[in-house]
């Protein structure tokens, strides 16, 4: 069976031989198969595929080929050194600041101007297998309910790239707490914030929790933009599935250390759950069902699954899949857990066309392993970003490598 898509005549071409092909797609895990790529997109896949005498051949001699893969929710490029304020841009207030501008809550947040792509953690996560990730903004003094807008981020080198639709990171419950409002109090806000957003005019005089900007881009956002409801409990999931009912909005669940308990009702409303896999022990009461079968669960109740870490996600975004890994072993299938690390992440945001599968037509963001990529110890040997061969060298790397030749 050759699986074949159309592309332009005369691009760059490559074929990567012989691999263990991971597609995430319908065809599943085909053994010693060709992958060709040309002009940044896949175009073929089959066995005893041929080339023009120009193309660059991979021998892959039946090491696993997957889709790049996603960081989860991260930093990368809006944060360097946590503690040193000047190196940190996820937030609308400052390090150390005590309260938001104006007292208002800010949707419009909007860190992308901020981006860094010369940000090393971004050559480091790369270098792991991590060609996508979401760049997010974190909550703020003041500022809890809407954290700004996040961005997936493509990471090629020489410049990654921030690409595709945003969307609105919402923290409810303990996320929130530093507002200094009961969980009723957050709800009102935030009914507050949604009718100023819808109103066709607004009161001389009144009171208001948005600017005209982040009235606009809540007002859009409700209009069939992406949001991010992070929160855990149970009863908070319930309310982002009604709000899901209510507005046209796509809505998602961040955290969600107790969604296994409103499984059924995610997979009817089609909703996606990015979860960290590690979840268990309880970091706050809003977590008192986390369990690590959480992801199991899930999916086995057929709820769309994506894995992130966001403890770790500017400073160590790869090791989300290791994560993934530790998901396998309280209960995930293997190829359930690949998954959530590429297809259903890109679907979840937007980019199901483009990336997250092995298939005829996607861009070839490609990860060939020395083993199988949930185990700790596997190291990605070579990454491509549409059909280019990425640099593998990072700052540690380059550190090693100057230290071994005894350069000071």
């Known amino acids: ?80 050194i946590s503690l040193e304020p000047s190196t940190v841009d996820m937030t609308v207030v400052a390090a150390g600041a005590q309260r938001a501008l104006d007292g208002l809550l800010r949707p419009e947040f909007d860190p992308r101007p901020a981006f860094n792509p010369d940000s090393p953690h ?33 990471l090629h080198a020489p410049r990654p790239a921030l ?53 606009a881009v809540l007002k859009a956002q409700l209009a069939g933009g992406r949001i991010a409801f992070a929160v855990d409990r149970a009863s908070d999931i319930r309310q982002a599935i009604a709000f899901a009912a209510r507005f046209r909005a796509r809505v998602l669940i961040v955290g969600g250390a107790e969604a296994w308990r409103e499984a059924q009702a995610l997979a009817a409303a089609r909703i996606p759950v990015l979860i960290d896999p590690l979840g268990n022990l309880p970091q706050d009461l809003d977590q008192l069902g986390s369990t690590l079968e959480n992801a199991a669960r899930l999916q086995a ?53 483009e990336m997250g599968r092995i298939a005829p037509g996607m861009r070839a963001d490609l990860v060939l392993w020395s083993g199988d990529p949930l185990e700790v110890t596997t190291l990605a040997d070579q990454v491509w970003m549409d059909g280019v061969t990425q640099p593998m060298q990072t700052r540690q790397s380059a550190l090693r490598d100057r230290y071994l030749r005894g350069d000071r």
């Open 301 to 353: 109740a057929g709820v769309p699954l994506v894995f992130t870490r966001p403890a770790e996600g500017t400073h160590s975004a790869h090791k989300v899949r290791q994560a993934a890994g530790n998901a396998v072993a309280h209960g995930l299938a293997w190829d359930a857990a690949l998954a959530a690390l590429t297809r259903n992440a890109a679907e979840a945001f937007g980019l199901g066309g």
């Open 1 to 80: 069976m050759v699986l074949v898509a159309w592309a332009p005549a005369g691009a760059a071409e490559l074929l990567i031989r012989g691999a263990t092909v991971h597609t995430v797609d319908t065809p599943g895990t085909l053994v010693a198969h060709d992958v060709h790529i040309r002009d940044g997109r896949i175009v073929a896949i089959g066995q005893g595929l041929s080339v023009g005498s120009g193309a660059t051949v991979i021998e892959a001699h039946g090491r696993p080929l997957t889709p790049g893969l996603f960081g989860g929710i991260t930093g990368l490029g809006l944060e360097e």
């Open 163 to 215: 690409a595709g639709t945003q969307t609105l990171m919402l923290d409810l419950g303990a996320d929130a707490s530093g507002m200094g409002l009961s969980r009723a109090g957050q709800y009102m806000l935030l009914e507050q914030a949604i009718s100023e957003a819808q109103a066709a005019t607004l009161a001389e005089g009144e009171q208001r929790l948005l600017s005209s900007a982040g009235r």
């Open 122 to 154: 971004i050559a480091t996560a790369r270098a792991e297998g991590v060609t996508f990730a979401l760049v997010a903004p974190s909550p703020s003094p003041g500022n809890e309910l809407f954290a700004g807008l996040a961005t997936m981020a493509r």
